[in-house]
């Protein structure tokens, strides 16, 4: 463990009123947010977003967890190292690292957008470390035969879009927004904004769409992992009216889940964590005491 730096004048700590924790690994600073007590819930973050996605459910849930949510390297408060890609690949290898050097087991592992792959993909080499699932809209398996998933990525991660995201933050400046069902206040916008200040800064951003096809076969070897993972519990929470993950996504993780429970987020939009904090704690908190023992 490390000083914390200094708080950055963007983020409201009124907002995000937790105590930050770093971590120096593999050659990254590695900022996390450590609520708590009891079960461990671990929350991980997808494309732009960091921990302060999760700062409601945070707030409601470390009352009866222990609570911990990671930026990867490059994303909200944490920084990366000489020589780091940003691609999902290593940002689930730091996540592993992450868990191996906070010690942590028997975990209760909530993923949404690129947090789905890069979790998953922690889970599925290591299921022993891993209690139940909770799953946001998101997809583990490749891409190139699903055509909303690969027109998005055509799109999004082609070299003018790349250079938009890079030169207006346009993923956050622009789908952010568009990603949730309330307008955001001036500090949820700056929270958002802010760990991307420069054109270098949002590298990390204009790497994920391009990589949702070009990582298949990391991808691949996620998909063979759920197998491993089939017996756990899971808890899939779908946001209604997202556009990037639909009811297809969804009906594949109920086929890769038995034990499984489905909570339709009814209008929800991607960033489901935002639309409807209250509804995603209140089903973790059934889910842990009574988990599915069959299909729902």
């Known amino acids: 463990m490390n000083p914390a730096p200094v708080v950055p004048d963007w983020l409201d700590t009124t907002l995000y009123p937790f105590e930050n924790h770093y971590l120096h690994l593999d050659g990254h600073t590695v900022h996390y947010v450590d ?83 890069i979790g998953l993909g922690v889970a599925g080499r290591r299921p022993d470390l891993i209690h139940s699932l909770i799953i946001g809209n998101t997809w583990a398996w490749p891409a190139q035969n699903i055509p909303h998933i690969a027109i998005f990525s055509r799109v999004a991660g082609n070299p003018l879009s790349r250079w938009l995201i890079r030169r207006f933050n346009a993923f956050v400046v622009w789908l952010m927004p568009a990603g949730v069902t309330h307008p955001m206040t001036h500090a949820e916008k700056a929270a958002y904004r802010g760990p991307f200040p420069t054109p270098a800064s949002r590298q990390p951003t204009a790497i994920f769409p391009h990589e949702i096809l070009a990582s298949r076969d990391y991808l691949a070897t996620v998909e063979q992992g759920l197998t491993k993972l089939a017996d756990k519990p899971a808890l899939l929470l779908w946001g209604s009216a997202d556009t990037g993950f639909k009811d297809s996504e969804r009906t594949r993780f109920e086929a890769a889940f038995p034990r499984h429970h489905t909570r339709i987020l009814v209008g929800a939009r991607h960033f489901i964590q935002e639309c409807d904090p209250d509804a995603i704690s209140e089903e973790i908190c059934a889910f842990e005491q009574h988990p599915p023992q069959s299909v729902a």
């Open 35 to 117: 609520e708590g007590s009891g079960p461990v819930l671990l929350l991980l973050h997808g494309n732009p977003t960091w921990s302060f996605l999760y700062r409601h459910i945070i707030t409601t849930l470390s009352a009866q967890f222990r609570c911990i949510s990671l930026d990867y390297p490059g994303f909200g408060l944490s920084t990366a190292g000489p020589g780091y890609t940003f691609k999902p690949e290593q940002h689930s290898l730091v996540v592993e690292h992450f868990i191996t050097a906070l010690g942590l087991s028997d975990i209760r592992l909530m993923v949404h957008d690129w947090g789905g792959p």
